[in-house]
């Protein structure tokens, strides 16, 4: 089916360990992009990519990483969990300024 | 800078009166507006959005929204609220110029929707 899916859904981890975040589309779009969403904070963005192999820091980047070696998905990467990345990730995709469509999102807590 | 304010954190309503959420932002240059819904433990969904052309906007669910440029305003409004708009509302801003981010969206903190019977 078309659309955009992440993988998991719920996520339990320990402070510490690596967690991998999955993003794909179906659309081609060429922007994609990673928020998260805490209370009092809205969507803030962690990275974004203009297309494969071209990613950038958004207004929260510190603590994670992407990659993009395919136009339809973007994995975003905790390299040493911590209990303040306790949060819902959703990733997005889009086509340059216009409307951004949205996963289901990603609920992780880190303990 | 873009920035994105909505006015009012939560607005309780009863159901079947009209409701009005606010948004204020500002751009040095041409934007585009959207609104957007979220229920509880789902994604983001597309309401409307306005790129160009007339400053009313209608959208899905019975949602309309104005852009008023010299207010640089874009509220959204319902004549008549059902219980199942019972929701999470965000506006946003694209700058229709390119960057490093063009395709990104700057949201404001939302609006919690909450319609009571």
């Known amino acids: 089916d078309a659309g955009i899916t992440q993988s998991p859904r719920y996520k339990i981890t320990e402070t510490g360990r690596q967690v991998t975040l999955m993003c794909h589309q179906t659309?081609?779009?060429?922007?994609m992009f990673w928020y998260r969403q805490d209370l009092g904070h809205g969507l803030r963005l962690i990275y974004y990519?203009?297309?494969?192999?071209?990613?950038d820091k958004g207004e929260v980047p510190d603590g994670y990483v992407v990659s993009r070696s395919k136009t339809e998905n973007f994995p975003l990467t905790l390299e040493s969990a911590t209990r303040s990345q306790t949060s819902v990730y959703f990733c997005?995709?889009?086509?340059?300024?216009?409307?951004?469509?949205f996963g289901e999102g990603s609920r992780l807590t880190v303990l | 800078a873009q920035s994105v304010t909505q006015l009012d954190s939560q607005v309780p309503v009863f159901e079947e009166a009209p409701v009005e959420l606010r948004c204020n932002y500002s751009s040095s240059v041409s934007v585009y507006l959207f609104w957007y819904v979220q229920y509880p433990n789902q994604g983001l969904q597309l309401l409307l959005k306005?790129?160009?052309?007339?400053?009313l906007v209608k959208g899905i669910n019975g949602f309309e929204a104005e852009f008023n440029k010299s207010q640089t305003s874009f509220h959204l409004r319902k004549p008549s609220v059902h219980i199942s708009d019972t929701a999470e509302y965000f506006c946003a801003v694209s700058d229709q110029g390119y960057g490093g981010s063009q395709g990104n969206l700057i949201f404001g903190k939302g609006t919690k929707l909450s319609v009571k019977p």
């Open positions: 306005y790129l160009s052309g007339s400053t």
């Open positions: 990519s203009a297309a494969a192999d071209i990613t």
């Open positions: 997005a995709s889009g086509q340059g300024g216009r409307e951004l469509f």
């Open positions: 659309w081609s779009h060429s922007y």
